[in-house]
């Protein structure tokens, strides 16, 4: 994660104003590791920042994603996630509760899937983003 001195580098570095708007974002983001989508970000910061709207929220994401600050995720549901976490890792999706949770992925296994997918595609890989789908411990005992 960046600290604030380092995004606030990033963001004037790709000619964004640093605002607390933005800084708030992402500390939201930072400050533990969840996957929220836009309205659950807005949601969280609604109480501490009352006069910031939703579309300050989404086009703040936006921005965040261009600079690399944070990447999106598509989990298949109707909305993004967010995450700060920049390192390459694998992603558990509950299909219960919807929780999202990290995994970190050690280099040798990227690097063997990597070579695997490139060997079969025939692509450049730059980059890529792992899913697990099922229940997590929480969901699983009520079943």
């Given at each position: 994660m960046l600290t604030s001195q380092e995004l606030t580098a990033l963001l004037r570095n790709h000619?964004?104003?640093v605002t607390p708007q933005r800084l708030a974002v992402y500390?939201?983001?930072a400050e533990k590791p969840w996957h929220p989508n836009a309205e659950m970000l807005y949601n969280k910061l609604q109480p501490k920042y009352p006069a910031m709207s939703f579309a300050t929220v989404y086009k703040t994401v936006?921005?965040?994603r261009d600079i690399k600050a944070i990447q999106i995720?598509?989990?298949g549901e109707d909305s993004y996630r967010y995450d700060a976490n920049m390192q390459e890792h694998y992603h558990l999706c509950c299909t219960e509760c919807g929780h999202i949770h990290d995994v970190p992925m050690s280099n040798e296994v990227r690097e063997q899937?990597?070579?695997l997918v490139k060997d079969q595609s025939?692509?450049?890989?730059t980059g890529g983003q792992f899913y697990?789908?099922?229940?997590c411990p929480k969901c699983l005992k009520l079943h």
């Open positions: 000619g964004y104003k500390e939201a983001l936006e921005i965040l995720l598509n989990a899937l990597t070579a025939g692509y450049a890989i697990f789908y099922g229940l």
